[in-house]
Protein backbone atom coordinates (compact mmCIF):
# COMPACT_ATOMS: atom_id res chain seq x y z
CA UNK A 1 0.00 0.00 0.00
CA UNK A 2 1.49 3.62 -0.84
CA UNK A 3 1.27 6.67 1.00
CA UNK A 4 -1.43 7.56 -0.88
CA UNK A 5 -3.74 4.90 -0.04
CA UNK A 6 -2.98 4.59 3.79
CA UNK A 7 -4.23 8.69 3.56
CA UNK A 8 -7.85 7.63 1.31
CA UNK A 9 -7.89 4.70 4.06
CA UNK A 10 -7.02 6.98 6.99
CA UNK A 11 -9.52 9.56 5.65
CA UNK A 12 -12.04 6.99 5.66
CA UNK A 13 -11.82 5.56 8.74
CA UNK A 14 -12.16 8.87 10.49
CA UNK A 15 -15.63 9.45 8.66
CA UNK A 16 -17.12 8.85 11.71
CA UNK A 17 -20.16 10.76 10.71
CA UNK A 18 -23.25 8.47 8.71
CA UNK A 19 -23.43 10.92 6.17
CA UNK A 20 -20.13 11.81 6.17
CA UNK A 21 -19.48 8.02 5.76
CA UNK A 22 -21.18 7.21 2.62
CA UNK A 23 -19.85 10.04 1.01
CA UNK A 24 -17.13 8.28 -0.93
CA UNK A 25 -19.15 5.08 -1.83
CA UNK A 26 -21.84 7.44 -2.67
CA UNK A 27 -19.24 9.41 -5.39
CA UNK A 28 -18.41 5.92 -6.58
CA UNK A 29 -22.19 4.70 -6.85
CA UNK A 30 -22.72 7.94 -9.29
CA UNK A 31 -19.60 7.09 -11.22
CA UNK A 32 -20.23 3.71 -12.11
CA UNK A 33 -23.88 4.60 -13.07
CA UNK A 34 -22.65 7.58 -15.53
CA UNK A 35 -19.29 4.86 -16.68
CA UNK A 36 -22.36 2.37 -17.40
CA UNK A 37 -24.39 4.36 -19.66
CA UNK A 38 -21.12 5.46 -21.39
CA UNK A 39 -19.73 2.23 -21.66
CA UNK A 40 -22.11 -0.01 -21.39
CA UNK A 41 -19.60 -2.44 -19.51
CA UNK A 42 -21.89 -4.56 -16.59
CA UNK A 43 -19.26 -4.80 -14.10
CA UNK A 44 -19.63 -1.01 -13.49
CA UNK A 45 -23.68 -2.65 -12.59
CA UNK A 46 -22.16 -5.39 -10.60
CA UNK A 47 -19.41 -2.66 -8.24
CA UNK A 48 -22.63 -0.38 -8.03
CA UNK A 49 -24.14 -3.73 -6.68
CA UNK A 50 -21.79 -3.94 -4.54
CA UNK A 51 -21.63 -0.76 -2.90
CA UNK A 52 -25.32 -0.61 -1.91
CA UNK A 53 -25.11 -3.53 -0.07
CA UNK A 54 -21.84 -2.63 1.74
CA UNK A 55 -23.56 0.64 2.92
CA UNK A 56 -26.98 -0.39 2.76
CA UNK A 57 -27.87 2.21 -0.13
CA UNK A 58 -31.66 1.74 -2.04
CA UNK A 59 -31.17 0.25 -5.65
CA UNK A 60 -31.32 2.76 -7.70
CA UNK A 61 -33.47 2.09 -10.62
CA UNK A 62 -30.78 1.81 -13.28
CA UNK A 63 -29.32 -0.98 -11.12
CA UNK A 64 -32.82 -2.85 -11.17
CA UNK A 65 -33.30 -2.24 -14.97
CA UNK A 66 -30.11 -4.29 -15.74
CA UNK A 67 -30.85 -7.48 -12.84
CA UNK A 68 -34.53 -7.71 -14.76
CA UNK A 69 -33.27 -7.73 -17.89
CA UNK A 70 -30.47 -10.04 -16.77
CA UNK A 71 -32.93 -11.95 -14.93
CA UNK A 72 -35.07 -12.18 -18.28
CA UNK A 73 -31.80 -12.87 -20.39
CA UNK A 74 -30.65 -15.83 -18.03
CA UNK A 75 -34.54 -17.71 -17.77
CA UNK A 76 -35.02 -17.72 -21.41
CA UNK A 77 -31.96 -19.67 -21.98
CA UNK A 78 -32.33 -22.38 -24.32
CA UNK A 79 -29.42 -25.05 -24.05
CA UNK A 80 -29.41 -27.07 -27.02
CA UNK A 81 -25.47 -28.17 -27.19
CA UNK A 82 -24.92 -25.97 -30.22
CA UNK A 83 -23.54 -23.16 -28.38
CA UNK A 84 -21.44 -23.25 -24.89
CA UNK A 85 -23.57 -22.81 -21.76
CA UNK A 86 -20.51 -20.26 -20.55
CA UNK A 87 -21.02 -18.25 -23.76
CA UNK A 88 -24.88 -18.43 -23.52
CA UNK A 89 -24.45 -16.82 -19.82
CA UNK A 90 -21.93 -14.34 -20.81
CA UNK A 91 -24.72 -12.81 -23.57
CA UNK A 92 -27.64 -13.10 -21.21
CA UNK A 93 -25.17 -10.99 -18.07
CA UNK A 94 -24.64 -8.56 -20.94
CA UNK A 95 -21.28 -9.31 -20.76
CA UNK A 96 -20.06 -8.73 -24.53
CA UNK A 97 -21.63 -5.37 -25.25
CA UNK A 98 -18.92 -2.91 -23.64
CA UNK A 99 -18.63 0.43 -26.44
CA UNK A 100 -15.28 -0.20 -27.13
CA UNK A 101 -13.85 -1.32 -23.66
CA UNK A 102 -10.59 -3.20 -23.96
CA UNK A 103 -11.18 -5.68 -21.08
CA UNK A 104 -14.58 -5.18 -19.22
CA UNK A 105 -12.77 -6.11 -15.77
CA UNK A 106 -10.33 -3.94 -15.44
CA UNK A 107 -11.88 -0.24 -16.75
CA UNK A 108 -13.62 -0.27 -13.10
CA UNK A 109 -10.29 0.09 -12.07
CA UNK A 110 -9.90 3.19 -13.18
CA UNK A 111 -12.87 4.89 -11.07
CA UNK A 112 -10.19 4.16 -7.96
CA UNK A 113 -7.75 6.43 -9.72
CA UNK A 114 -9.88 9.00 -10.32
CA UNK A 115 -11.30 9.34 -6.67
CA UNK A 116 -8.35 9.27 -5.48
CA UNK A 117 -7.31 12.26 -7.51
CA UNK A 118 -10.34 13.94 -6.54
CA UNK A 119 -9.99 13.44 -3.01
CA UNK A 120 -6.30 14.30 -2.77
CA UNK A 121 -6.58 17.67 -5.02
CA UNK A 122 -9.95 18.44 -2.15
CA UNK A 123 -7.12 17.42 0.74
CA UNK A 124 -4.67 20.01 -0.93
CA UNK A 125 -7.22 22.89 -1.72
CA UNK A 126 -8.75 22.74 1.52
CA UNK A 127 -5.06 22.90 3.33
CA UNK A 128 -4.18 25.92 0.93
CA UNK A 129 -7.42 27.08 2.01
CA UNK A 130 -6.26 26.98 5.89
CA UNK A 131 -3.13 28.73 5.08
CA UNK A 132 -1.40 26.26 4.44
CA UNK A 133 2.05 26.92 1.86
CA UNK A 134 1.31 24.96 -1.10
CA UNK A 135 3.69 25.32 -3.89
CA UNK A 136 2.47 24.76 -7.45
CA UNK A 137 -0.99 23.21 -8.98
CA UNK A 138 -2.43 20.96 -6.86
CA UNK A 139 -3.02 19.15 -9.89
CA UNK A 140 0.68 18.54 -10.90
CA UNK A 141 1.07 17.96 -7.53
CA UNK A 142 -1.16 15.66 -7.33
CA UNK A 143 -0.24 13.89 -10.75
CA UNK A 144 3.22 13.54 -9.98
CA UNK A 145 2.10 11.36 -7.04
CA UNK A 146 -0.43 9.52 -8.97
CA UNK A 147 1.84 9.27 -12.56
CA UNK A 148 -0.90 10.79 -14.28
CA UNK A 149 -0.54 14.10 -16.13
CA UNK A 150 -2.05 17.86 -14.45
CA UNK A 151 -4.52 17.71 -17.65
CA UNK A 152 -5.82 14.04 -16.64
CA UNK A 153 -6.44 15.04 -12.79
CA UNK A 154 -8.34 18.57 -13.32
CA UNK A 155 -10.36 16.63 -15.79
CA UNK A 156 -11.14 14.03 -13.79
CA UNK A 157 -11.30 16.46 -10.38
CA UNK A 158 -13.85 18.87 -12.24
CA UNK A 159 -15.88 15.24 -14.08
CA UNK A 160 -16.37 13.66 -10.30
CA UNK A 161 -17.14 17.46 -8.55
CA UNK A 162 -19.99 17.08 -10.89
CA UNK A 163 -21.69 14.05 -10.32
CA UNK A 164 -21.59 14.73 -6.57
CA UNK A 165 -23.93 16.91 -7.35
CA UNK A 166 -26.47 14.85 -9.22
CA UNK A 167 -29.02 12.28 -8.01
CA UNK A 168 -27.55 8.51 -8.06
Known amino acids: MNDLDEKIRKIREAMNPPEIKKLVPSLDLRECSLLFQETGNPVYVWKGYKICREFE ?7 LVYFDEVADNILSIEFDG ?17 KGASNIIDQPKEIDHRLKAYLKVNELKERRQNGEMIKGSVYSIV ?26
Not at 57 to 63: A, G, K, R, S
Not at 147 to 157: H, L
Open 82 to 98: QKRLASLLQDALLMNRG
Open 57 to 63: FEFPPWL
Open 143 to 168: GSKLNKSPEWVKKYYQKIKKIADKPI
